[in-house]
Each structure stands twice: as structure tokens, then as C-alpha cells.
């Protein structure tokens, strides 16, 4: 019988549940819910992850920003909701844009809600935003609710963006630096070792071992490359392979001065995802649980922790604090906020405040990474260029 993940309404908040069941139609049945409730159906394939899952890798192709900003204005300058759409459609020239634009409007022709029409194209609407649609399409401040989103996604955007251009010189150095290495070991070097073959076990041990290994690079180049090819290859399926990329993720974390400022980047990301939430009319429980699969991934086992106490009764507080995800001016702000009846304004102060990390992480990348990228890459090209020189040196002192 065929498995499937459908996410289910409930008083408390949207539940994410697995279910076996004939079909598509009979999950309602199988669960004991109203067809209406049942929000998405997925069918998981037998070992590995739901469709939704994985169309929602590609959803990073659908300008999710822009069309948030778009829909924005023109709903908010008077424009009906389809001819909105419409208009979105006829002005979009990429062919994968329109097919989603396509089964929106469809579906909103034949009087579905937006957030329902959204849904039913998950590969271009992540659950978040389809919250906020559902929060806020009956109450009139849909524009508004879409240019907060659109603006959030600028400032995920602005923050990736900081943190690849910090990334770019290392890249750069470590490509320059190993087309160096490359060149002395497969030009350079096998031209020494004819040289210097004569003089035998003379040699010091690391020259002799240097000049065996030009002369078999010189001797099979293409094996060389194609061997550093694959190593290349077999590092981006390695990265591509979900759980230790989550490893890798989480190791880093550990590291002594980059890792607190990756959680407390990886904290902002939740305060303002909560904030946007909250703010369209999501209930908390509700926006823990859709906000699971936005935060980064060693995070979201205490994020679903934090739901199940707010399930129980505890406060929001409580429950960021019970399970690590508040810093301490998060904490206070959240209880100021929960006193006060303003928790996403809090919420986002608190993820405004520690904007300044990203600042921080950037630095710490230019002033740590780079110079020892650099030390490293000296040492490996002057030991080579020694080991090369050494029984040159030593030939000179015997003729002498």
C-alpha cells in the first residue's frame, strides 16, 4: 500500500502526518478528518523522501521575491486578485514561471482560495508563504503581508549574499594556488627530475620522492587530472548528500569563534520568520511547526521540541529557552513581548539586533581564513620549490 505525508488542519495549528492509504482520496477516510482539512498530499516513494520534498529543491527557481513584491503593489493599487495574476503571467517569459502561475490562476478561476491554489504548486510556494496567504487573504491586508514576506526574503538573500562574497577570495586563492601546484608538479618538475636523475640515492628522501612522483605526473598527466576530477566530483556528491552536508552543518557549528555566530544567524533567521507569522494572524504552535523546515537543520529537532511544550501549555519563552533557540536579549524580548501583547515587533528587534553578527561573521572570514589560506598555499609551493632547489644546492657544493 502506497505511503503518503499530507498536512493536516487542526484548531491547534497545521500537522504534518504519514498515512498508508489506498489513494490520494482516501487519506481523509484513513485519517478520520474532513476532506476539507486535508491542506496537501504528498506520496512518498518507497526509500526516500516525499515528492514534496524534492520538488521543493527547484522552488529556488521561481522568484518567489519578485513576485511577492509584484503581487504586492498590485493588489495594493486596486488591481483584482486574478488580474493580478494575469497580468504577473503575461509580463513572466520564463516557460517553468508561467506553467506555476498557470495552476494558480486555474485554480483561482475555479474559486479556490490563493493559499489553496498556492499549495497545489509546491514547486514554486514553500509552506511559509502559503501561511501567510491563508493568515491574511480574507482580512484585506494581503498586500501588505506579501511585501513583508517579499522583504524578508530580501534580507535572506542580503545575508547569503554576504556571506558568498566573503567566500569568494578564498575560493579564488585556493583556485590560483592550486593551478600553481599544478604547474610545478606536472611542467616544472618532470623537467628536474631528468636532471637530477643521475645523482640517485645522493638525493635527500622528500627530494627523491618529489622527483618520483614528477616523473610519473609527467609521464601520465591526463591520469593526474582525471584523478583530481574525480576527487572533485566525488566532494560535490558528497556535499549533495543531504545528511552529511546536515553533519558538516553541525561540525562547524562547534568551531570555536565561527560557530556561535552561525546560531545566532541561523536564531535571527527563526525570530523573523516567527515575527512575519505571527504578525499575518498565524497562531504560535502553528508557526513553530511551518517555520520547522525554514530554520537551518541542527536546529529544527529543538524547534520541533519548543511546539510540542507550546502544545502542552508553556509559554513561547519558556519553550525557546528550555530548548536553547534564545539568546539572552531574544529571551527578554520575547517576555516583554508576551506582557505587552507585541511579540512580532519584539521578535523582530531581537532578529534586528543581531543582524550585526552577519557584519561580524564576514570580518572574521577576511581576518582568520584568508591569511591562513595564504600561509598554507606559501608553505606548499615554497616547500616544492625547495625540495626542487635542495639537491641543486648540494650538486654546486660538490663541484666546489
Keep these: 500500500m502506497p505511503s503518503f505525508q499530507a498536512r493536516v488542519f487542526h484548531p491547534e495549528g497545521v500537522r504534518l502526518l504519514r498515512v498508508e492509504a489506498p489513494d490520494r482520496a482516501s487519506v481523509a477516510g484513513v485519517l478520520g478528518v474532513l476532506p476539507q482539512h486535508v491542506l496537501a498530499v504528498d506520496e512518498l516513494a518507497p526509500g526516500g523522501p516525499s515528492r514534496r520534498m524534492a520538488v521543493m529543491r527547484g522552488a529556488k527557481r521561481f522568484p518567489l521575491q519578485l513576485f511577492s513584491q509584484e503581487l504586492s503593489v498590485l493588489l495594493d493599487a486596486g488591481i483584482a486578485l486574478l488580474e493580478a495574476l494575469n497580468t504577473l503571467r503575461e509580463k513572466e517569459g520564463v516557460e517553468a514561471v508561467r506553467v506555476a502561475l498557470n495552476g494558480v490562476i486555474a485554480s ?28 491574511n487573504e480574507r482580512t484585506g491586508q494581503l498586500s501588505s503581508a506579501l511585501a513583508q514576506h517579499a522583504k ?6 542580503s545575508l547569503r549574499a554576504r556571506l558568498i562574497a566573503a567566500c569568494v577570495y578564498p575560493l579564488m586563492l ?24 643521475g645523482l640517485g640515492n645522493e638525493l635527500p628522501w622528500a627530494s627523491r620522492a618529489l622527483i ?17 576530477g574525480l576527487l572533485l566530483f566525488a566532494g560535490f556528491a558528497l556535499w549533495r548528500h543531504e545528511p552529511l552536508r546536515q553533519r558538516l552543518q553541525a561540525a562547524l557549528w562547534t568551531l570555536p569563534g565561527l560557530g556561535p555566530r552561525l546560531r545566532v544567524l541561523a536564531l535571527a533567521r527563526l525570530y523573523r520568520s516567527l515575527a512575519m507569522l505571527l504578525a499575518s494572524g498565524v497562531p504560535v504552535l502553528a508557526s513553530l511547526r511551518i517555520v520547522e523546515d525554514v530554520v537551518a537543520a541542527p536546529w529544527r529537532p529543538a524547534v520541533a521540541a519548543a511546539a510540542a511544550q507550546i502544545e502542552s501549555g508553556q509559554r513561547l519563552s519558556e519553550a525557546l529557552e528550555a530548548q536553547d533557540l534564545a539568546t539572552p536579549v531574544a529571551r527578554r524580548m520575547v517576555r516583554v513581548g508576551e506582557r505587552s501583547g507585541e511579540l512580532p515587533a519584539m521578535l523582530e528587534r531581537a532578529a534586528a539586533f543581531h543582524d550585526e553578527e552577519a557584519a561580524r561573521l564576514t570580518e572574521l572570514l577576511t581576518r582568520a ?3 591562513a589560506l595564504m600561509l598554507i598555499m606559501g608553505v606548499l609551493i615554497g616547500g616544492i620549490i625547495v625540495l626542487m632547489y635542495l639537491p641543486i644546492f648540494q650538486l654546486v657544493e660538490q663541484v666546489q
Design 108 to 135: 483561482v478561476e475555479q474559486g479556490q482560495p490563493l493559499s489553496v491554489a498556492m499549495r497545489a504548486q509546491p514547486q514554486a510556494f514553500d509552506e511559509l508563504v502559503c501561511a501567510i496567504v491563508a493568515a
Design 152 to 157: 524578508y526574503l530580501a534580507w535572506v538573500e
Design 174 to 197: 585556493l583556485a590560483v594556488g592550486g593551478g600553481v601546484i599544478l604547474f610545478l608538479l606536472l611542467f616544472v618538475l618532470p623537467r628536474f627530475a631528468g636532471i637530477l636523475d
Design 212 to 228: 618520483q612522483f614528477g616523473q610519473t605526473a609527467g609521464a601520465h598527466p591526463f591520469a593526474l587530472l582525471g584523478g583530481l
Design 369 to 371: 581564513i584568508n591569511p
